[in-house]
């Protein structure tokens, strides 16, 4: 069965300082990895991808994405917080031709001045 | 450049009483369309997608269906609400290729009363 896990229903960070927020996957065949922003009351925004080509994966905002085959994991980076970047934050795994996502749980973020 | 719109923006509904909730999009054809839902402000829950017009599939049994009557539409609907079917509900859309990013409209917050 495909699955997506965020180990973390929470993430404080002191704005300034780096943040990480996790995520691991276990599915059958390559997947596309994905990482979502949803502010309160509103709709997910897309931050990035991973389809191919380079680990590192650089999207929206400064945030960057560090895919890890071997630990079937893809954690979201940022170097500097903001207070601004407090949201809750999902993992989403894409089977190539199959049309679905699988979405973890979230990870709210907490940045604090 | 692509829009998706969903409307209303928040209803309350008695039990027992009907729903239709609407998703279009705009500035692209042929899309996939997606249905999800969002409890508690958390984990997302697929519960249609739509890869044409009149075709629909579900994912999970409920008191819920969804139709597609034009390219750029899909619908949310039930006879009668029950105090479950409260939550965030969120329409998305993909091109048709399958690998591609999902994105989201503004959502409609749903309490049944």
């Known amino acids: 069965a495909q699955s997506v896990a965020q180990p973390e229903d929470q993430v404080n960070v002191a704005e300034g300082n780096p943040l990480t927020v996790k995520c691991t996957y276990s599915v059958s065949g390559n997947p596309y990895l994905f990482w979502y922003v949803q502010y309160p009351n509103r709709g997910l925004q897309f931050l990035l991808k991973?389809?191919?080509?380079?680990?590192l994966v650089k999207g929206s905002y400064g945030f960057e994405a560090e895919f890890n085959k071997s630990q079937t994991s893809f954690h979201l980076k940022k170097p500097s917080a903001l207070v601004s970047d407090s949201a809750l934050y999902f993992c989403?795994?894409?089977?190539?031709?199959?049309?679905?996502?699988?979405f973890g749980s979230g990870t709210k973020l907490n940045v604090k001045p | 450049s692509q829009t998706i719109h969903q409307w209303p923006a928040t209803l309350v509904q008695p039990v027992g009483s009907p729903l239709s909730l609407e998703c279009t999009v705009e500035g692209t054809s042929n899309p996939n369309l997606y249905w999800y839902r969002q409890a508690a402000g958390r984990g997302l829950q697929l519960l249609f997608y739509?890869?044409?017009?009149?075709?629909i599939s579900s994912e999970v049994p409920q008191n819920l269906s969804a139709s597609r009557p034009q390219d750029r539409q899909f619908i949310l609907s039930s006879k009668k609400l029950l105090l479950s079917d409260s939550g965030f509900y969120l329409c998305a859309w993909s091109v048709r290729r399958g690998e591609e990013t999902q994105y989201f409209g503004p959502g409609t917050r749903l309490l049944v009363l």
């Open positions: 991973y389809i191919t080509g380079d680990n």
């Open positions: 739509s890869v044409g017009i009149g075709q």
């Open positions: 989403a795994v894409l089977l190539y031709n199959f049309n679905k996502f699988y």
